[in-house]
């Protein structure tokens, strides 16, 4: 049941969903698990809830990126940086973690499952490497959209994005940025999650770019 829960959950996002894909996403559902009792790496550990709690949640937000440089800030357990990165092999993806047990997760996740494309930075977003440019910078539980972008903004390469996703209306949220910031508010549809979920994407005012 589970499989299956996954591959429907997965179609209905208009994603691929062959056996392969949603065996290694699986096969980082149960790393996620294991170490997660161990590490605090998710309050959610109960491997059928994680399914759309996790891996659909996270992607949801594929349709949304732009470009094929994505940077996942704050990434914590891998989310949303992980599942992206295994149904989107041509896309490079670097995870920014600056707590070095839950880094170390990344590293052995990418490494346990062959993720060629994932790089694992050990730092704040702040302190992410000179020049560091993404197409997207994402996050799925950074805190306020103010704080992601004061933050992550210097990471968005020209013609980039913030990402962020949302449960809540973020209406507040996206106010409180004022107009240096344009956003989209995206509802978004989750198979197995009751109640709606938001991805907010932002781009510099015009003036800004």
């Given amino acids: 049941m589970t499989g299956a829960?996954?591959?429907?959950?997965?179609?209905?996002?208009?994603?691929?969903?062959?056996?392969?894909?949603?065996?290694?996403?699986?096969?980082?559902?149960?790393?996620?698990?294991?170490?997660?009792?161990?590490?605090?790496?998710?309050?959610?550990?109960?491997?059928?809830?994680?399914?759309?709690?996790h891996l659909l949640d996270s992607l949801a937000l594929a349709p949304l990126v732009r470009g094929q440089r994505l940077a996942d800030v704050g990434s914590g357990g891998g989310l949303p940086g992980i599942p992206l990165a295994i149904v989107r092999p041509a896309w490079s993806v670097t995870l920014i973690e600056p707590r070095a047990k839950r880094a170390l997760?990344?590293?052995?996740?990418?490494?346990?499952?062959?993720?060629?494309?994932?790089?694992?930075?050990?730092?704040?977003?702040?302190?992410?490497?000179?020049?560091?440019?993404?197409?997207?910078?994402?996050?799925?539980?950074?805190?306020?959209?103010?704080?992601?972008?004061?933050?992550?903004?210097q990471l968005r390469a020209p013609g980039g994005c913030l990402l962020a996703a949302k449960g809540r209306d973020p209406a507040a949220e996206v106010a409180a940025l004022?107009?240096?910031?344009?956003?989209?508010?995206?509802?978004?549809?989750?198979?197995?999650?009751?109640?709606?979920?938001h991805a907010v994407r932002l781009a510099p005012g015009a003036a800004k770019e």
């Fill in 105 to 153: 997760f990344l590293e052995h996740v990418a490494r346990t499952l062959g993720l060629a494309n994932v790089i694992v930075e050990r730092c704040r977003a702040e302190d992410a490497p000179a020049g560091a440019r993404y197409d997207t910078v994402m996050t799925r539980a950074f805190g306020t959209l103010a704080e992601f972008v004061a933050a992550a903004a």
């Fill in 5 to 53: 829960t996954l591959k429907t959950g997965v179609e209905a996002l208009g994603l691929d969903a062959d056996s392969a894909l949603c065996d290694r996403l699986l096969a980082y559902r149960d790393e996620l698990a294991r170490w997660g009792r161990v590490h605090n790496l998710t309050s959610v550990l109960e491997p059928d809830r994680m399914i759309p709690v």
């Fill in 178 to 197: 004022g107009d240096a910031w344009c956003a989209e508010v995206l509802p978004l549809a989750i198979h197995g999650i009751e109640g709606r979920r």
